[in-house]
């Protein structure tokens, strides 16, 4: 899996991020890459409550997405601690701040407990780690790829690279470590 996961991100290290936002909660976005335009051939139509004309839905995204959810993470820079998941927005905007534009040089997954080391060539640092405590495993952070498939990172130690336009069968999860 390790081999897997470095020739992956082998194809990311060296560009620069862009796009780094804050989502829904805590969850941050990171693009890399050449940016497209994404536009969805569905119009969603009016609803009864509130919107009441057709909308279509337009987004510019890089070749490469990191979506970082379900888990706890902490963003550092030359070793200070910027904020974390738990943080205000405002922090978390200040942390997505400052990665943006830095370069991926490194990404490390500890197999014995699942904390994941993204480092950036300007000093930036993003840590992940499961919740302390959960009932279901969820995916910690994916990579979404040119090639459609999503490298995955579950908080029970298994990962999938499938591809990303439907949910993944159980089937398809790994074991992380051999």
Same mark, same amino acid.
């Given at each position: 899996? *390790?081999?897997?996961?470095?020739?992956?991100?082998?194809?990311?290290?060296?560009?620069?991020?862009?796009?780094?936002?804050?989502?829904?909660?805590?969850?941050?976005?990171? *693009?890399?890459?050449?940016?497209?335009?994404?536009?969805?051939?569905?119009?969603?139509?009016?609803?009864?409550?509130?919107?009441?004309?057709?909308?279509?839905?337009?987004?510019?995204?890089?070749?490469?997405?990191?979506?970082?959810?379900?888990?706890?993470? *902490?963003?550092?820079?030359?070793?200070?601690?910027?904020?974390?998941?738990?943080?205000?927005?405002?922090?978390?905007?200040?942390?997505?701040?400052?990665?943006?534009?830095?370069?991926?040089?490194?990404?490390?997954?500890?197999?014995?407990?699942?904390?994941?080391?993204?480092?950036?060539?300007?000093?930036?640092?993003?840590?992940?780690?499961?919740?302390?405590?959960?009932? *279901?495993?969820?995916?910690?952070?994916?990579?979404?790829?040119?090639?459609?498939?999503?490298?995955?990172?579950?908080?029970?130690?298994?990962?999938?690279?499938?591809?990303?336009?439907?949910?993944?069968?159980?089937?398809?999860?790994?074991?992380?470590?051999?």
């Amino acid at each position: 899996a *390790e081999k897997l996961l470095q020739q992956i991100f082998k194809k990311v290290y060296g560009k620069p991020s862009w796009g780094v936002h804050k989502s829904d909660g805590s969850i941050i976005i990171f *693009e890399f890459g050449k940016p497209k335009l994404n536009v969805w051939k569905k119009v969603l139509q009016p609803t009864k409550k509130g919107r009441n004309y057709p909308r279509r839905i337009v987004r510019v995204h890089g070749d490469w997405n990191l979506w970082i959810f379900d888990c706890d993470w *902490e963003v550092r820079q030359n070793n200070s601690k910027i904020c974390d998941s738990n943080s205000l927005a405002e922090k978390i905007d200040q942390g997505c701040a400052i990665l943006d534009g830095q370069i991926l040089t490194k990404a490390v997954v500890n197999s014995k407990n699942l904390v994941t080391d993204f480092y950036f060539d300007l000093g930036g640092h993003l840590q992940t780690k499961p919740y302390k405590k959960e009932d *279901e495993p969820s995916s910690m952070w994916d990579l979404f790829c040119p090639n459609r498939r999503v490298f995955s990172l579950r908080s029970d130690g298994h990962y999938s690279y499938q591809r990303g336009d439907k949910p993944v069968a159980e089937k398809y999860w790994q074991p992380f470590t051999t």
